[in-house]
């Protein structure tokens, strides 16, 4: 079991902030955000690491040391994270987590993550469906559908930003994002796209809910703001 930490974009919803700095580089009670999810891994003997960079890349590394592997992507401030996967497909090797960098959970939500022996478990949140993270359709119990696309009054929760595969589930997720690319479309994209293709080709898609348990995800400054009054992430 391995995790990779997709932490290549600008943040510009976050600047000034973000002008010279990473979005996962910001302080949030005693660590910056990567190294919280970076404690939480740890905590569970997820050891392996790997970072894919691209904006200030130097500087994750010099904040991370040696706790993680890193992959540069270059073309990182001109398309979406379904293009950074893309270029390190090489990556989905094995049985993994996929974070968003900008996430914060609490210890038993990733539990439930671990836990599930699907070959697709996306952490949801079935008690809200916010307009500013991503959203999702759930039939059957399993998603159905995922993205931005999803207006947030018809939605059935939001996805939030972390992900657990299989290793066949990996496999078949590589493969799905090696045919989406290769069509020259999706370039602002996430890689989540793959995983409605997926869906809707009926491979169950399984929804491992957070039961109420506390979860950020970091996007704008006032979400910033708030974070540093929290401590549920805090290891």
Same mark, same amino acid.
């Given at each position: 079991m391995k995790a990779i930490i997709l932490a290549a974009g600008v943040g510009k919803r976050m600047h000034p902030l973000t002008l010279n @700095?990473?979005?996962?580089?910001?302080?949030?009670?005693?660590?910056?955000?990567?190294e919280h999810q970076i404690s939480l891994l740890k905590d569970y003997n997820i050891n392996k690491i790997e970072i894919i960079t691209g904006y200030e890349n130097k500087k994750?590394?010099?904040?991370?040391?040696?706790?993680?592997?890193?992959?540069?992507?270059?073309?990182?401030?001109?398309?979406?994270n379904l293009y950074t996967l893309y270029h390190h497909l090489?990556?989905?090797?094995?049985?993994?987590f996929i974070f968003f960098s900008d996430v914060l959970i609490s210890r038993l939500s990733f539990e439930n993550c671990i836990n599930s022996k699907a070959d697709f478990s996306l952490l949801v949140d079935t008690d809200k @469906?916010?307009?500013?993270?991503?959203?999702? =359709?759930?039939?059957?119990?399993?998603?159905?559908?995922?993205?931005?696309?999803?207006?947030?009054?018809?939605?059935?929760?939001?996805?939030?930003?972390?992900a657990k595969f299989s290793k066949a589930g990996a496999e078949l997720l590589k493969d799905k994002i090696n045919v989406l690319v290769?069509?020259?479309?999706?370039?602002?994209?996430?890689?989540?796209?793959?995983?409605?293709?997926?869906?809707?080709?009926?491979? @169950?898609?399984?929804?491992?809910?957070?039961?109420?348990?506390?979860?950020?995800?970091?996007?704008?400054?006032?979400?910033?703001?708030?974070?540093?009054?929290?401590?549920?992430?805090? =290891?």
């Open positions: @700095c990473p979005k996962c580089l910001l302080p949030l009670n005693g660590k910056t955000i990567i994750i590394e010099e904040n991370v040391k040696n706790k993680a592997q890193y992959f540069y992507y270059p073309d990182y401030n001109n398309t979406n090489d990556l989905l090797n094995d049985d993994l @469906c916010d307009e500013s993270t991503m959203r999702i =359709l759930v039939e059957n119990n399993n998603i159905s559908d995922i993205g931005s696309h999803i207006a947030s009054d018809h939605g059935d929760g939001n996805f939030i930003g972390i290769k069509t020259g479309k999706y370039i602002n994209d996430y890689y989540t796209i793959a995983i409605a293709q997926l869906a809707k080709e009926n491979h @169950c898609i399984t929804p491992i809910g957070v039961n109420g348990l506390p979860w950020m995800e970091i996007d704008t400054y006032d979400e910033y703001k708030k974070a540093q009054k929290e401590n549920f992430y805090v =290891l």
